[in-house]
């Protein structure tokens, strides 16, 4: 065994003075065959699978399709270590392993059996373990005897030791039990898919019995992944049990056909799709605690919406949370209004696909006498009208002034022709009206001008009624279902079948004809609205759901606030000077009710428009904000020191990962300072602007394909008074000599790593077609002086930024004067965020030339006293943003708090380390063809254009460097680290880092909270802190399974005090 040893050091974690509790689990794997759908229906709509094409393409059997049983390996409970007797598990739970629990100071042993066929492990996030508990295989320099854990044979057993200790339990600010997961991590991403996985709930002291939180009446744990089956170690064998054809034996099945593969996609909850997830059910007043966990892939952005219900969520109210791939959320809720309620992904794909179920809300008590809310009734009068929409009024793309048909990035969408459409497209919007006679439609004021394509603000303060009398003047089926409010279950806008005795199906809510008039009713009910550290309205929207895909992708969707008592006057927010509203989506046109109808208005031959073609679906993907792209969304006005709201919301669906920029002034979000918020489909934020930097800017979608496809807006800030505020006097200068070069940079110089995990690798090798692992790139490097002769060398502890610039270190109050030689071969600026620069235009840099650029770092750029010390934000080239930025050229800018020992050079007191996730896309730098032509000696025709060849070319890099690659992350136990996260590129960068050995700390809202996996997207910066405690050498990865393998991993070493730490492979 060799674990008793080893569990010495983790057993110290029990010394503190309090009682300390072993929880023994015996856990065995298993082989199973798994129904995703044992109900054989589609349970949300009452039809059988074989009766609803959706669920049909998924869960059908046939001689090319699997149906909806798989072979999968799971973690089963018994009672004792004979392994004879199972403990039943609840269930909901479905094919996820048991619930295990601890509280702080407790040690969990894991006797794990493997029953199955193929050799499994298990690891823990959120717990700490020492090397011989740590269930991974990796290369960590661990001796033979430390890996038994690594790797559990079939008939094998393994004892793993792990401890809550006080750096993994939740902190003061968090709930009391938190979410983490444990799964197989000998082949991670296919572990995973094969079904290894289950839920670990982490406690603080004294909060845990056996039911979890003392503090719930019930918690549920609920996984959404889309489960790849195609990555199961069981594919072979479940095409060969499944996939027969009486007639013909010898049906070949293609595994690389992409409708077979997209089959095996189980869009599911806990292994369930279509309603088909048993068993959640609770009592009116209830205190229900969900742990809510994410797994997979780049597909697995979920937003998960909990209808008719007011959740709290890192101690803010909302009723639908985001999760990612091996990222885990808390919210609790006091359940509401007795019905069936729909509990579903709002990500399009993902709702078509099955990605839902029911939880029922049951009166087990006498009824309660509930007091009707004390508030207002504000009464809105919306229907929902066709109108003929353009994307473009202007017809000019504003960023290059050019006319949006003959411009390259623009034309893509706004070209008519024979089989294309065009900027113009017939929709559906919400209009309001002054009364329900729906003869006068109110005028939009020019504050109203910029909601385009959305339909009227609705605004209500909490316990307020809202009714909404809505008619339905369009041709089809329309309703409204909202976002962040209560209601009974009769006036649910969304379309599902229930079925509890007394609704009628369809309820008039949930499908309004057309020409006919339904009457909503919605409360905001009282501690369901915004808590202390919001601002003073939460934005939520409204929105059909007749068919919600397809109603929201035609155009119906409209703002509703949520509003502290008392903020609203004769219906407006009275405590800011202006508010505005920006819904980020890339409207999909080819989902619209109304494609047919603008493929025949629209194109010059629209018999021969081939509605499967990509290109033609592609230029029907309107990437824009409000419904306007290139700068077209018009009325975004303000007064330089004006009081501004701006209500942030995402649509859409997979590809909607969404970074919004605010070039030029900076934004408050629960009391942090950024210039970036990240939007998802259905999730949504309110930031607070007091501009003090005056023009025009704009507001970009940060990821490439959104930015190029047009998601930009301008925002313009005068000077409305003659009072000047005074400004901050700039007292202390810096100077970086830093300029731009041309390198070949190595992604993956060493190939142990890889070649140990993954023997040989399509990022990697040549093999005459592809480039390999050395491009050419340009980088910014920086030099002793302006005369740059001499290069800077890089000391010890910034060896990690790899291909990233030098770290630019700025305090509030300094003013950084960057001397930029332009060394290179094109021409390139540096610009950096957050920063404040004497005019808004970034001056370029020719070849050759040198120019200084001049920064500003007032209080409004640092970090506010709720944050850490020191924020991180980037600097880059902005002459082309996209092909720059993958050409090379970014670097980490730090800003901190005015600190005196750092700034006389006392003392160190953190160590600090920039990490860039990104998938640096060769396809898309500016040296691809010197590439090409330097690595590739006879490159076939069109080889820009080979899928294998542009895939070879994404390099998943941290901070530039592959499969372990990646040096310099050294530190000594006891150190404070400050870890600065960065996430840029485009709608494949989704990434979520973890670390192994250590759990960090990110602070939100006032308050501090723990995990050990934190997600990127483009324009994500964040500082984690980290008190390093555990030696070793602990994996640090992206936990995206495809980045995972295609290398976005390495180590960081922890060592004792003094003791020098190798940093060779």
């Given at each position: 065994?060799?674990?008793?040893?080893?569990?010495?050091?983790?057993?110290?974690?029990?010394?503190?003075?309090?009682?300390?509790?072993?929880?023994?689990?015996?856990?065995?794997?298993?082989?199973?065959?798994?129904?995703?759908?044992?109900?054989?229906?589609?349970?949300?709509?009452?039809?059988?699978?074989?009766?609803?094409?959706?669920?049909?393409?998924?869960?059908?059997?046939?001689?090319?399709?699997?149906?909806?049983?798989?072979?999968?390996?799971?973690?089963?409970?018994?009672?004792?270590?004979?392994?004879?007797?199972?403990?039943?598990?609840?269930?909901?739970?479905?094919?996820?392993?048991?619930?295990?629990?601890?509280?702080?100071?407790?040690?969990?042993?894991?006797?794990?059996?493997?029953?199955?066929?193929?050799?499994?492990?298990?690891?823990?996030?959120?717990?700490?373990?020492?090397?011989?508990?740590?269930?991974?295989?990796?290369?960590?320099?661990?001796?033979?005897?430390?890996?038994?854990?690594?790797?559990?044979?079939?008939?094998?057993?393994?004892?793993?030791?792990?401890?809550?200790?006080?750096?993994?339990?939740?902190?003061?600010?968090?709930?009391?039990?938190?979410?983490?997961?444990?799964?197989?991590?000998?082949?991670?991403?296919?572990?995973?898919?094969?079904?290894?996985?289950?839920?670990?709930?982490?406690?603080?002291?004294?909060?845990?019995?056996?039911?979890?939180?003392?503090?719930?009446?019930?918690?549920?744990?609920?996984?959404?992944?889309?489960?790849?089956?195609?990555?199961?170690?069981?594919?072979?064998?479940?095409?060969?049990?499944?996939?027969?054809?009486?007639?013909?034996?010898?049906?070949?099945?293609?595994?690389?056909?992409?409708?077979?593969?997209?089959?095996?996609?189980?869009?599911?909850?806990?292994?369930?799709?279509?309603?088909?997830?048993?068993?959640?059910?609770?009592?009116?007043?209830?205190?229900?605690?969900?742990?809510?966990?994410?797994?997979?892939?780049?597909?697995?952005?979920?937003?998960?919406?909990?209808?008719?219900?007011?959740?709290?969520?890192?101690?803010?109210?909302?009723?639908?949370?985001?999760?990612?791939?091996?990222?885990?959320?808390?919210?609790?809720?006091?359940?509401?209004?007795?019905?069936?309620?729909?509990?579903?992904?709002?990500?399009?794909?993902?709702?078509?696909?099955?990605?839902?179920?029911?939880?029922?809300?049951?009166?087990?008590?006498?009824?309660?006498?509930?007091?009707?809310?004390?508030?207002?009734?504000?009464?809105?009068?919306?229907?929902?009208?066709?109108?003929?929409?353009?994307?473009?009024?202007?017809?000019?793309?504003?960023?290059?002034?050019?006319?949006?048909?003959?411009?390259?990035?623009?034309?893509?969408?706004?070209?008519?022709?024979?089989?294309?459409?065009?900027?113009?497209?017939?929709?559906?919007?919400?209009?309001?009206?002054?009364?329900?006679?729906?003869?006068?439609?109110?005028?939009?004021?020019?504050?109203?001008?910029?909601?385009?394509?959305?339909?009227?603000?609705?605004?209500?303060?909490?316990?307020?009624?809202?009714?909404?009398?809505?008619?339905?003047?369009?041709?089809?089926?329309?309703?409204?279902?909202?976002?962040?409010?209560?209601?009974?279950?009769?006036?649910?806008?969304?379309?599902?079948?229930?079925?509890?005795?007394?609704?009628?199906?369809?309820?008039?809510?949930?499908?309004?004809?057309?020409?006919?008039?339904?009457?909503?009713?919605?409360?905001?009910?009282?501690?369901?609205?915004?808590?202390?550290?919001?601002?003073?309205?939460?934005?939520?929207?409204?929105?059909?759901?007749?068919?919600?895909?397809?109603?929201?992708?035609?155009?119906?969707?409209?703002?509703?606030?949520?509003?502290?008592?008392?903020?609203?006057?004769?219906?407006?927010?009275?405590?800011?000077?202006?508010?505005?509203?920006?819904?980020?989506?890339?409207?999909?046109?080819?989902?619209?009710?109304?494609?047919?109808?603008?493929?025949?208005?629209?194109?010059?031959?629209?018999?021969?428009?081939?509605?499967?073609?990509?290109?033609?679906?592609?230029?029907?993907?309107?990437?824009?904000?409000?419904?306007?792209?290139?700068?077209?969304?018009?009325?975004?006005?303000?007064?330089?020191?004006?009081?501004?709201?701006?209500?942030?919301?995402?649509?859409?669906?997979?590809?909607?990962?969404?970074?919004?920029?605010?070039?030029?002034?900076?934004?408050?979000?629960?009391?942090?300072?950024?210039?970036?918020?990240?939007?998802?489909?259905?999730?949504?934020?309110?930031?607070?602007?007091?501009?003090?930097?005056?023009?025009?800017?704009?507001?970009?979608?940060?990821?490439?394909?959104?930015?190029?496809?047009?998601?930009?807006?301008?925002?313009?800030?005068?000077?409305?008074?003659?009072?000047?505020?005074?400004?901050?006097?700039?007292?202390?200068?810096?100077?970086?000599?830093?300029?731009?070069?041309?390198?070949?940079?190595?992604?993956?110089?060493?190939?142990?790593?890889?070649?140990?995990?993954?023997?040989?690798?399509?990022?990697?090798?040549?093999?005459?077609?592809?480039?390999?692992?050395?491009?050419?790139?340009?980088?910014?490097?920086?030099?002793?002086?302006?005369?740059?002769?001499?290069?800077?060398?890089?000391?010890?502890?910034?060896?990690?930024?790899?291909?990233?610039?030098?770290?630019?270190?700025?305090?509030?109050?300094?003013?950084?004067?960057?001397?930029?030689?332009?060394?290179?071969?094109?021409t390139y600026s540096i610009h950096a965020h957050g920063v404040k620069t004497d005019v808004p235009q970034v001056k370029e840099t020719k070849p050759g030339e040198t120019q200084t650029y001049t920064w500003y770092v007032p209080k409004t750029a640092g970090p506010t006293d709720k944050q850490e010390t020191c924020s991180v934000g980037a600097y880059y080239s902005t002459v082309d943003v996209n092909k720059d930025l993958y050409s090379g050229l970014i670097g980490p800018l730090v800003i901190c708090r005015r600190s005196y020992a750092r700034s006389f050079g006392l003392k160190k007191e953190v160590e600090e380390f920039a990490l860039l996730f990104m998938v640096f896309d060769e396809n898309e730098s500016w040296y691809l063809d010197d590439n090409i032509k330097t690595n590739i000696k006879t490159p076939t025709r069109n080889i820009k254009e080979d899928e294998d060849f542009i895939e070879s070319n994404k390099m998943h890099g941290i901070n530039?460097?592959?499969?372990?690659?990646?040096?310099?992350?050294?530190?000594?136990?006891?150190?404070?680290?400050?870890?600065?996260?960065?996430?840029?590129?485009?709608?494949?960068?989704?990434?979520?880092?973890?670390?192994?050995?250590?759990?960090?700390?990110?602070?939100?809202?006032?308050?501090?909270?723990?995990?050990?996996?934190?997600?990127?997207?483009?324009?994500?910066?964040?500082?984690?802190?980290?008190?390093?405690?555990?030696?070793?050498?602990?994996?640090?990865?992206?936990?995206?399974?495809?980045?995972?393998?295609?290398?976005?991993?390495?180590?960081?070493?922890?060592?004792?005090?003094?003791?020098?730490?190798?940093?060779?492979?």
């Amino acid at each position: 065994m060799g674990s008793s040893t080893a569990s010495l050091f983790l057993l110290l974690g029990c010394f503190i003075p309090v009682f300390c509790i072993t929880r023994e689990y015996f856990i065995g794997i298993r082989e199973i065959q798994w129904d995703y759908a044992p109900t054989g229906k589609n349970v949300i709509l009452n039809k059988l699978l074989k009766e609803d094409e959706h669920a049909a393409t998924f869960l059908e059997r046939g001689p090319q399709r699997i149906g909806s049983v798989y072979k999968k390996a799971v973690y089963l409970q018994y009672t004792d270590a004979t392994y004879t007797k199972e403990i039943t598990k609840p269930k909901w739970l479905g094919f996820l392993g048991p619930v295990m629990s601890a509280e702080e100071g407790d040690v969990i042993k894991v006797h794990l059996k493997n029953m199955a066929t193929r050799a499994y492990s298990i690891h823990s996030h959120g717990i700490m373990y020492n090397k011989t508990s740590e269930g991974a295989l990796y290369p960590d320099e661990t001796t033979d005897a430390e890996k038994h854990d690594d790797r559990v044979d079939p008939g094998k057993s393994y004892t793993y030791v792990w401890v809550l200790s006080d750096t993994h339990a939740p902190t003061k600010d968090d709930t009391n039990c938190l979410a983490r997961a444990y799964h197989s991590h000998l082949h991670a991403p296919q572990d995973i898919a094969s079904g290894l996985v289950g839920p670990l709930i982490i406690c603080k002291k004294g909060t845990l019995d056996v039911y979890g939180d003392k503090a719930a009446d019930y918690s549920y744990v609920l996984m959404f992944t889309v489960s790849d089956e195609n990555m199961s170690w069981y594919l072979d064998d479940n095409i060969k049990t499944y996939c027969t054809h009486p007639q013909q034996p010898t049906t070949k099945v293609d595994k690389d056909d992409e409708a077979f593969q997209e089959s095996n996609l189980m869009h599911s909850i806990n292994g369930f799709v279509y309603g088909n997830l048993p068993d959640l059910s609770m009592c009116v007043g209830n205190k229900i605690h969900w742990h809510l966990i994410g797994m997979g892939n780049e597909v697995d952005i979920h937003s998960v919406f909990f209808h008719g219900q007011i959740l709290t969520n890192l101690g803010h109210h909302t009723d639908a949370v985001s999760l990612f791939p091996a990222t885990f959320t808390n919210v609790e809720m006091t359940a509401d209004n007795p019905g069936h309620w729909l509990l579903s992904c709002q990500v399009n794909d993902h709702l078509m696909a099955g990605m839902q179920a029911l939880f029922e809300v049951k009166k087990c008590f006498p009824a309660v006498h509930k007091p009707r809310p004390n508030g207002e009734v504000r009464e809105y009068f919306i229907a929902a009208e066709e109108v003929l929409w353009d994307y473009a009024p202007s017809q000019v793309n504003h960023g290059t002034g050019k006319p949006l048909n003959t411009d390259g990035d623009s034309e893509t969408f706004f070209q008519r022709g024979n089989d294309r459409i065009g900027g113009k497209y017939k929709k559906v919007q919400y209009k309001e009206y002054t009364d329900n006679t729906f003869t006068v439609q109110k005028e939009r004021t020019p504050e109203e001008l910029h909601l385009g394509i959305l339909g009227p603000v609705i605004r209500a303060e909490e316990e307020d009624t809202i009714k909404v009398v809505f008619k339905n003047k369009a041709s089809r089926p329309f309703s409204m279902q909202p976002h962040g409010v209560q209601y009974n279950v009769e006036q649910s806008g969304t379309l599902y079948y229930n079925e509890l005795e007394g609704t009628v199906t369809p309820p008039p809510a949930a499908l309004v004809k057309p020409g006919t008039t339904h009457t909503y009713e919605w409360v905001v009910p009282k501690g369901g609205g915004p808590v202390a550290d919001d601002a003073d309205c939460i934005t939520y929207f409204y929105y059909s759901a007749v068919d919600p895909v397809k109603d929201t992708s035609s155009g119906l969707v409209g703002p509703l606030l949520v509003c502290k008592k008392k903020t609203l006057k004769k219906g407006k927010q009275k405590n800011v000077n202006k508010e505005f509203h920006m819904l980020a989506t890339v409207f999909d046109e080819n989902l619209s009710w109304f494609l047919d109808d603008n493929i025949n208005q629209f194109t010059k031959a629209p018999k021969t428009v081939n509605k499967e073609d990509e290109d033609f679906q592609e230029s029907n993907k309107m990437h824009s904000i409000n419904g306007y792209m290139y700068g077209n969304l018009p009325g975004l006005t303000m007064c330089k020191g004006d009081k501004v709201s701006w209500h942030l919301s995402g649509l859409g669906s997979e590809a909607d990962i969404h970074g919004l920029y605010f070039e030029g002034n900076r934004l408050i979000y629960r009391e942090t300072r950024r210039d970036v918020m990240n939007v998802f489909p259905h999730i949504s934020h309110t930031v607070m602007m007091e501009p003090d930097s005056m023009g025009q800017f704009e507001v970009v979608c940060q990821t490439t394909d959104h930015y190029q496809g047009g998601m930009r807006a301008n925002y313009t800030v005068q000077k409305c008074s003659m009072f000047n505020r005074q400004s901050e006097i700039m007292l202390h200068s810096k100077t970086y000599y830093i300029a731009a070069m041309e390198i070949d940079w190595d992604y993956s110089p060493n190939r142990t790593w890889e070649q140990e995990m993954y023997h040989g690798n399509d990022f990697i090798d040549k093999q005459g077609k592809f480039i390999g692992s050395i491009y050419k790139k340009v980088v910014y490097r920086e030099f002793t002086n302006n005369k740059f002769t001499k290069q800077k060398e890089r000391s010890a502890d910034m060896q990690h930024l790899g291909i990233l610039g030098p770290m630019i270190h700025a305090d509030i109050g300094d003013k950084v004067n960057i001397v930029f030689k332009n060394m290179a071969t094109r021409t390139y600026s540096i610009h950096a965020h957050g920063v404040k620069t004497d005019v808004p235009q970034v001056k370029e840099t020719k070849p050759g030339e040198t120019q200084t650029y001049t920064w500003y770092v007032p209080k409004t750029a640092g970090p506010t006293d709720k944050q850490e010390t020191c924020s991180v934000g980037a600097y880059y080239s902005t002459v082309d943003v996209n092909k720059d930025l993958y050409s090379g050229l970014i670097g980490p800018l730090v800003i901190c708090r005015r600190s005196y020992a750092r700034s006389f050079g006392l003392k160190k007191e953190v160590e600090e380390f920039a990490l860039l996730f990104m998938v640096f896309d060769e396809n898309e730098s500016w040296y691809l063809d010197d590439n090409i032509k330097t690595n590739i000696k006879t490159p076939t025709r069109n080889i820009k254009e080979d899928e294998d060849f542009i895939e070879s070319n994404k390099m998943h890099g941290i901070n530039g460097q592959l499969y372990g690659n990646l040096l310099g992350l050294n530190m000594e136990v006891g150190d404070k680290v400050y870890w600065y996260l960065m996430g840029m590129g485009n709608e494949i960068d989704i990434h979520t880092a973890h670390f192994h050995g250590h759990s960090f700390d990110y602070k939100l809202s006032g308050g501090s909270h723990r995990a050990d996996v934190f997600g990127l997207f483009p324009g994500t910066f964040q500082t984690v802190k980290m008190k390093p405690k555990y030696p070793g050498s602990w994996l640090l990865h992206c936990h995206v399974a495809d980045h995972i393998k295609a290398g976005m991993v390495t180590v960081y070493k922890v060592t004792e005090k003094g003791k020098e730490c190798h940093s060779d492979h």
